[in-house]
């Protein structure tokens, strides 16, 4: 089955992107439900949280810091969830963690 986050990872598919590197991408949530709703993703698919590397939750943890400072005082008021599983709400199967921010 195609994953639309893998098909933005290779620019087949639009998003905004606000940071990547090598391993991670960072790009705005089609439908935020914050002023700022960030989906941090690592750029190799896993399917969810508990099925990737204690390396890859780690570095996703390091941009949840990297995002953080990049916004500064925008930022300031947020909150960090990762859905896992269909009974969380998990609707895209890519691992991601939601950063929402308030300013
Ligand atoms: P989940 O419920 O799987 O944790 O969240 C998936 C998120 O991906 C949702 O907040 C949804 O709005 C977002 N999303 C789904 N499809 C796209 C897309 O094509 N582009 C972008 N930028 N976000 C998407
Ligand atoms: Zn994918």
Known sequence: ???IFCSIIEGK?????FYQDDNVVVFYDIAP???IHLLICPKQHFTDFI???????????DTVQ?????????????RVQINNGPGSGQIV???????????
Do not use: Q
């Open 33 to 35: 439900k914050a002023p």
């Open 66 to 78: 990297k995002v953080s400072d990049m916004l500064g005082d925008r930022g300031k008021d947020f």
């Open 13 to 17: 598919a639009n998003a905004k992107i």
């Open 51 to 61: 099925s990737a590397p204690p390396e890859v939750r780690s570095r996703l943890a």
């Open 1 to 3: 089955m195609p994953c």
């Open 93 to 103: 199967f890519h691992l991601h963690y939601h950063f929402l921010a308030w300013g």
